[in-house]
């Protein structure tokens, strides 16, 4: 099962934003009657059915076999929290509309978009929005007719448009994004469509449902992969006093299902924080959802992909584009302790701008920020730091910051690593060098225990002894030979390596390239292809002692040349 794509419509400042999710709110509501249509928090949900209504023949000649329920439409342009999940290097959206002024065509604003779903790896369709403004538009016509006459290319429309979208178009170009009109697209993977709208007239808006629901579904399939009876996941939007019921949060649910009485976990000023729901709410129907004044009921749950406010205590200090979770507890309200953990590492920083420049090269180097701040280094952050699941996410940045007395105690007693330096390279080179020391550390540890990994060849005509133990010539392929290792051939167990021998002495293991003599406990010559290369393997548990103490790529290094296998 498949959730909504989550859209976000943006662009500059009065090109249209607004007024295209209206055309979008008020067709939807005009299509269908009451009940029919969901409003959520910050957000319009258009089912499956009104995309149809909208471009059934649309839908049929380009042979989308829509399956998605709809689309999760999100206003977070004027929200804190769009500019907190730039910051933070993630998005809320799973697709995005850039809102683009025929008659204006790129802003500084658009530019400065355009640069945060290129970080985010957002895609995107671009609306050409008032495209009815251009001289000899007929508002009367379907987009299809009007695109003729463009093509033509005598008439006022077809000369005005022309000048206005191939400026567009080679601005775009020049920002690096390869554009097409939407009608001469030939790769929908390797172009970004050009859609000319009308929001007033709602010429265009079939086409933009259309490309907006096949796409998602057709190229977001995975990531748009819903867990109905998992716990929830998604994004703190707003933060809000309602009267009556103090401190509120307005969130996007984008996974699972979130029930009253579910604790939540969220990220707040003070660090990692837990709370009970209270109550959770849903705007009535058919209301416009950025009203001053909505009408609200109460539910015992929601389903992702969808918009809901939630009530509960120690709201204060959530930040607006936080990432929030159902978690489990271990004890009573005022004791527990949160079982949920995104990953990534910590950063701190002196200023707004040493972070992002940290930002930029963290991401570069490939890896994940949990969160990042100003200001010393603090007890609160060694604590959210103290509970990731993998040691690798238990580090901390600090640039130009110090680490406060009482933190530096705490850290000795919660195994987090602090980097610090004043200068931004210096941080990468000592994670770097803390990341290898602490790799080859733990695979030696690893390594009495479970073995090492290794694969080689069996010299079929230096077969010494065939069975109890098997006693052959071998060529070390990769990875190194150790007495005790569990080897494996063709996906079958052979046996454990006893002793490795070259030219009749007892070696402690033979090296990649190395040629010498072992005896296998437990092997038969007589059962095996001897053509096929020997694998070291390991049981489940020692394979996830691998995953849990060693770096991505040494794991993969060591899956290439071993076979997990139950005990």
Same mark, same amino acid.
């Given at each position: 099962?498949? @959730? ?24 939807? +509501? ?8 969901? *409003? ?15 471009? #059934? ?20 342009? #004027? ?6 999940? @730039? $910051? ?5 959206? &799973?697709?995005?509309?850039?809102? +683009? ?10 530019? /400065? ?21 251009? $001289?000899?538009?007929?508002?009367? *016509? ?32 020049? *920002? ?26 709602? *010429? ?12 998602? $579904? ?19 939007? /707003? ?45 009535? %129907? ?13 539910? &015992? /749950?929601?389903?992702?992909?969808? #918009? ?32 949920? @953990? ?28 949990? $969160? ?24 901390? !940045? ?46 030696? %540890?690893?390594?009495?225990?479970? =073995? ?6 069996? !010299? ?12 052959? =010539? ?16 063709? #996906? ?33 010559? &007589? ?32 899956? /290439? ?7």
């Amino acid at each position: 099962m498949i @959730r909504e794509p989550i859209v976000v419509v943006v662009g500059h400042v009065d090109h249209g934003k607004t007024t295209l999710l209206d055309a979008i709110r008020g067709s939807t +509501v005009a299509l269908k009657e009451a009940g029919r249509i969901t *409003q959520h928090i910050g957000a319009t949900d258009v089912p499956l059915e009104v995309v149809n209504s909208f471009a #059934g023949p649309l839908i049929e000649k380009f042979k989308f076999d829509l399956k998605i329920p709809g689309l999760l439409f999100i206003d977070t342009p #004027g929200h804190e929290a769009f500019f907190t999940l @730039r $910051q933070r290097g993630c998005s809320l959206a &799973d697709i995005a509309i850039l809102i +683009v002024d025929i008659m204006q065509g790129l802003q500084p604003q658009t530019k /400065e978009v355009i640069k945060y779903l290129k970080e985010n790896k957002t895609p995107f369709i671009v609306a050409l929005t008032k495209a009815d403004m251009l $001289q000899g538009w007929d508002k009367t *016509q379907k987009i299809d007719v009007l695109m003729k006459e463009v093509d033509e290319g005598t008439s006022n429309l077809a000369k005005d448009f022309n000048n206005r979208f191939y400026k567009i178009f080679g601005d775009l170009y020049e *920002q690096g994004y390869p554009v097409e009109r939407f009608d001469k697209i030939k790769d929908f993977t390797k172009e970004i469509i050009l859609l000319p709208v009308s929001a007033k007239t709602g *010429q265009g808006l079939e086409y933009l449902l259309l490309f907006l629901s096949g796409l998602s $579904q057709k190229y977001l399939e995975k990531k748009l992969a819903l867990n109905v009876e998992g716990k929830a996941k998604g994004f703190v939007l /707003e933060v809000k006093e309602a009267k009556g019921l103090g401190t509120v949060i307005d969130v996007i649910i984008t996974d699972g299902v979130i029930k009253k009485n579910d604790f939540i976990c969220l990220s707040g000023k003070l660090g990692t924080m837990y709370t009970k729901i209270k109550g959770i709410l849903k705007p009535k %129907e058919l209301q416009e959802i950025m009203q001053k004044k909505v009408d609200f009921d109460y539910v &015992d /749950e929601a389903t992702a992909a969808a #918009g809901v406010r939630i009530v509960a205590h120690k709201l204060d200090s959530v930040i607006a584009g936080d990432s929030l979770a159902v978690v489990d507890v271990v004890c009573d309200e005022e004791k527990c302790e949160v079982l949920c @953990r995104e990953k990534g590492i910590l950063v701190k920083a002196d200023t707004i701008g040493s972070l992002e420049a940290l930002d930029s090269l963290i991401k570069k180097e490939g890896l994940e920020i949990l $969160q990042s701040g100003i200001g010393n280094i603090t007890k609160e952050d060694i604590l959210k730091a103290s509970v990731a699941d993998s040691w690798k996410d238990r580090v901390i !940045f600090g640039f130009n910051v110090n680490i406060l007395d009482n933190a530096l105690d705490l850290q000795k007693s919660k195994d987090v690593h602090v980097i610090q330096s004043s200068v931004v390279y210096d941080l990468i080179a000592k994670y770097k060098k803390w990341m290898a020391e602490t790799d080859s550390k733990n695979f030696e %540890e690893l390594v009495k225990k479970a =073995g090492h990994p290794v694969s080689f060849k069996i !010299f079929p005509e230096h077969i010494f002894k065939r069975t109890k133990p098997l006693v052959c =010539g071998v060529k070390v392929i990769s990875g190194k030979l150790y007495p005790g290792t569990k080897v494996a051939i063709d #996906g079958k167990i052979l046996g454990t390596v006893k002793q490795v021998q070259d030219n009749g002495k007892t070696i402690d293991f033979a090296s990649e390239g190395q040629e010498v003599a072992i005896s296998i406990d437990g092997g038969n010559s &007589d059962k095996i292809d001897l053509n096929k290369e020997v694998i070291s393997y390991f049981r489940e548990y020692e394979m996830g002692e691998f995953k849990k103490y060693l770096s991505d790529d040494l794991i993969k290094k060591v899956e /290439e040349l071993s076979r997990s296998l139950l005990n």
